[in-house]
């Protein structure tokens, strides 16, 4: 076959219509040159999963590269603002920290901060406590007060400038917000349930998608955000699934919303349960909800009546069931198909990481965009720029689960006694001695958030770093004194979250129900 090394591409096809698919679509009506013709095809009767209602703070990036306005787009998805996630009974029943998305104090001729804590509550013989760190994160004190404002941009040095935050928002606003987007960006919506996948006899190239009504839409390059079926990427293209259910064994999820409080929390609740965990997600108009599960831990009947019980109100719909698999797929670019979002792999919500996985492979699309040559090399990049993403990423969610001293169930005794990893069990070791943590590179996740959640789930350090021993001591107390002061004082003199959307972003009040609530898989 002769090279096409140069030819661009010329028709490109999405398939699937989800929070993937039209995040794709959307980047692309803003990247994508006129010489390219872009196509969703969605179907309605089958639906999107329809959760997925918390993010991190790298969406604003994304937001960013639409030049979307963030106020109209809170008031248009009914967002609220999130400074972190509150984790409640993770390392023992009755803990509760909260793992921020700002920075820990100031670290000190290159030391980082907790080193300097660490070596004071040391001292003072005091027991290292969960969130007894987060006195010196911005982001940990103003989420306890349920205070919000926007960080400042104009002094690097103020307090006010470490803040960092993300959103909660309804996922099926979102979803239809981006299409509006689309389409107004010259994005073809074909609506279709696809029956056949079309393919090349030589190379094996995925040439066309047949749809039930016999129409086919032919392309020369394909985006399956077709969901957990991946459609084109696992079931015509073979690419494998590698499973980690047997680190991460949650494999069920119930979703249901309750009515909305007056005064929403900036933060992600996650609360552990006997078997899994609930969320509670507030938005404007409602609060989304959730337990994840064990099936083999914990029956269906039970985890429903665990998250309900546990619900601020009234449930206003009722619950809906989603089954899924921790994993990804073993390669998630293949020939002329690319998988992006539930395709390609799932990590559970609970470090809300699946959008950012979603704009983490656009990102990467958009610097490697092929032509019809479809450079292997190119290829094999973005492969393992995705597969360490998101082997940093599950690291870090099973650090939750391993990092327990709960013995109140089979579940945590399980999570409690397994085999962990071994670049997750060198990071423990490595945090164990000297209070060390490295941030890996295409590791998400700050040294911050390594930090906040070993703390916070009481894997304390035998000591710190020994380059503290030659600050002085005296000196030391009056720093830790004077940057938990300014960082009370600056929380203290933030509007509420509350006050802040209701001045800025207070969206319409609209029927409290998901707007897609569709059937799950
Ligand atoms: P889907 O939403 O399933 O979309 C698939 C699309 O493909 C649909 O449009 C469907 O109609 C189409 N399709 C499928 N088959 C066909 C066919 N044969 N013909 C035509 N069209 C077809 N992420 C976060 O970042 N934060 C969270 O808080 C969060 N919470 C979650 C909670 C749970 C319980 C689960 C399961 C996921 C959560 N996620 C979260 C993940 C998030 O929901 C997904 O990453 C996101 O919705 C993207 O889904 P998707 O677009 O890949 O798939």
Known sequence: MTSRIGEPIRNMVIVGGGTAGWMTAAAMARMASTELSVTLIESEEIGTVGVGEATIPPLMDFNGLLGIDENEFVRETQATFKLGIEFVNWGREGD??????????????????????LRDRQLAGQPVEPDQIGDYCLSVVAARGGRFMRPTTSDPNAVLSSLRYAFHFDAGLYARYLRKYADQGGIKRVEGRIEHVDQDGETGFITGVKLSDGRTISGDFFVDCSGFRSMLLGDKLGVPFRSWQHWLPCDRAFA???AGTANPTPYTRATAGTAGWRWRIPLQH???????FSSAHIDEERAVSELLDGLDGPPTAEPRLLRFTAGRRERSWEKNCVAIGLSGG???????????????GIFKLMGLFPDQGFDQVEIDKYNSFLTEEYDRIRDFIILHYYATERTDSDFWNDCRTMNIPDTLAEKIAIWSGKARVFREPLDLFTEDSWIAVLLGQRIVPQSYDPLVRGFDIDES?????????????TAHAMPTHEQF?????????????????????
Not at 99 to 113: D, I, W
Not at 503 to 520: L, S
Request: glycine share 8%; proline share 7%; aromatic share 8%.
């Open 477 to 489: 107390k009056r720093f830790l004194t004077s940057t938990r002061d300014i960082i009370g004082k």
């Open 96 to 117: 509760r920290y909260i793992h921020p998305f700002g920075v820990y104090g100031k670290n000190v001729h290159g030391v980082k901060f907790h080193n300097v804590w």
């Open 256 to 258: 249901v919303p309750c």
């Open 346 to 360: 799932f990590l559970e919500p609970l470090e809300s990481t699946s959008i950012h996985l979603i704009q983490s």
């Open 286 to 292: 409602r609060i989304g909800n959730g337990h994840v």
């Open 501 to 521: 959307l209701a001045r800025h972003c207070r969206a319409q009040p609209i029927d409290a129900r998901p707007v897609n609530a569709t059937a799950p898989v």
